[in-house]
């Protein structure tokens, strides 16, 4: 390849990749209006009817959730749930692959893969504590599924097992 040509790709490629690390990522911790950002939409935000913690019914002191389903590019049906503040605090998804976890984690990812590295997993069922982020996955060829959460922005009075992928 000449060198001119490389001096012109070479601030192109620059500049891609500085475009595509500027670019907003929706997940856990972000706000549930970037969850578009993460595929098209299937649902728009809508109030879930929420479970307390005793597994009672919803009532009018039950926490205030929403939720917005996304489907991926990949096909993958993302859900992503968010406080009254309208900040994502659990995740579920499922799909024939498995998703973009970077992606969807977020700022928990790392603390997620940190976790993972600790702890015994098995060949198509992973279950991961960490000190802040909770991901419970399965899955096999063209079948995933999974539940992630961050117990710190979990609402009050909010059970994460009436979660369903």
Do not use: C
């Amino acid at each position: 390849m000449p060198v001119s040509n490389i001096r012109f790709f070479l601030p192109l490629a620059g500049l891609m990749l500085l475009l595509s690390s500027m670019s907003a990522q929706a997940g856990l911790g972000q706000p549930l209006s970037d969850a578009a950002q993460d595929g098209k939409p299937v649902s728009q935000v809508q109030r879930v009817a929420a479970q307390a913690a005793s597994g009672a019914a919803a009532s009018s002191n039950a926490p205030a959730v929403q939720s917005q389903t996304v489907q991926t590019p990949q096909g993958v049906t993302v859900t992503e749930y968010a406080n009254a503040a309208g900040t994502v605090f659990a995740i579920t998804w499922k799909g024939p692959f498995k998703p973009n976890l970077q992606q969807l984690l977020g700022s928990y990812f790392a603390p997620y893969v940190h976790a993972a590295q600790t702890q015994t997993q098995q060949l198509n069922v992973s279950q991961v504590a960490g000190s802040d982020i909770i991901v419970h996955s399965a899955g096999r060829m063209r079948g995933f599924l999974g539940v992630a959460w961050a117990p710190s922005l979990v609402p009050a009075g909010f059970d994460p097992a009436s979660l369903q992928p």
